[in-house]
Structures are given as structure tokens and as C-alpha cells.
């Protein structure tokens, strides 16, 4: 019996180190995308990322995580707030539910606490480009232009090659030179 209570315990936290942004298949798909010249390629595979960002892999905190989403879908932010919370409060490091956190703020128009939310995702995983995009929408809303054309810069690092970002920041940069 102790040997089973072992066992239950190693796997519960094995599964807690490799959970989200410490996922090693994360190094992977981030290589591909510095390298891939394929925009169906780069969709498919910020696809995978968020997937992974999203897998929880801790039965503590699993439920909570899905309801809080699902509230959110929902539209009952206020509801969804208070269960990232409580998330975060049981797994701090588990960058997602500071995203989705401060996404949540963003949509309520609370732009301090989005945007100290999105710098703790930003700690947590540093290439955490929904979190970037996101920090760009605060900026374009505060119209903090200059900020928003670094952001840009950093998620192309991430990847060079993603059309999307690339005409944001054609937009963006247009719109600063017509305003000088």
C-alpha cells in the first residue's frame, strides 16, 4: 500500500514540473517557428503552443482551470476573475491562468491589473506571445504607438516569419509615419 501511495505521489508531481510553459516539447515548436517560412506551418504550430499552454497537467488546480475558461466563454468575467484567482493562488507558477487572467481584465477594461498580469506571464514564459499580442492591444487602446511597434519587434523574433504580425506592424508603422 505505501508503495502504491508513492507512486500516486511521484506521478502527481512529475506531472506538475512538466505542466505549461515548462512543457519540453515547447523548445521544439519555438524552433520551428524562428525557422519556418510556411504560414500554414506557423498557424499549426502556435496552434500546438497554445494547446500545450493550456494542458494544466496538475489535478489541484485542472477543474477550476476549465470552469474559469468556460465562464469566460461565457462572458461572466467577473466570475472567471475570481477562479484564475484562485488558479494562481494553488499554482503560481502556471503561466496560462495569468494570461487568461489578464484577459479577462483587458475585457473589463482594467488595464493596470491586465498588464500586471501579462508581465507575470511574461516572466513565467518569456516567448508567451499571446501574452505580447495581448500587451500590444493595451497599448494601441492607451495609444502608446512607439510601445506597441516594440512588442511587435519582439514577437517577430519569435517568429520572423508570421504574416499576421508582420502586416500589424506595416499598419502600425504607416499610421506613426502619417502622424509626424
Not at 485542472?62 to 474559469?68: D, G, L, P, Q, S
Not at 498588464?115 to 506571464?121: A, E
Request: proline share 2%; net charge negative.
Amino acid at each position: 500500500m505505501l508503495n502504491f501511495i508513492y507512486l500516486v505521489l511521484f506521478v502527481m508531481f512529475s506531472f506538475v514540473v512538466n505542466a505549461d510553459q515548462k512543457d519540453k516539447r515547447l523548445d521544439a515548436l519555438f524552433s520551428l517557428l524562428i525557422n519556418s517560412n510556411d504560414n500554414e506551418e506557423i498557424i499549426q504550430t502556435t496552434e500546438n503552443i497554445w494547446k500545450i499552454w493550456l494542458e494544466t497537467n496538475d489535478p489541484l488546480i485542472e477543474n477550476e482551470f476549465k470552469t474559469a475558461l468556460q465562464l469566460m466563454d461565457e462572458g461572466k468575467l467577473y466570475k472567471s476573475i475570481k477562479i484564475f484567482t484562485e488558479v494562481i493562488e494553488k499554482n503560481p507558477d502556471f503561466a496560462e491562468a495569468w494570461n487568461k487572467r489578464a484577459t479577462v481584465y483587458f475585457l473589463i477594461g482594467d488595464f493596470n491589473n491586465s498588464i500586471f498580469d501579462i508581465k507575470k506571464t511574461l516572466i513565467l514564459e518569456p516567448r508567451h506571445f499571446g501574452a505580447m499580442d495581448g500587451l500590444a492591444l493595451i497599448f494601441i487602446s492607451l495609444r502608446q504607438y512607439e510601445k506597441v511597434v516594440d512588442i511587435y519587434e519582439k514577437m517577430l523574433e519569435i517568429f520572423p516569419n508570421n504574416l499576421s504580425i508582420i502586416n500589424k506592424q506595416k499598419k502600425l508603422l504607416k499610421l506613426l509615419s502619417k502622424s509626424t
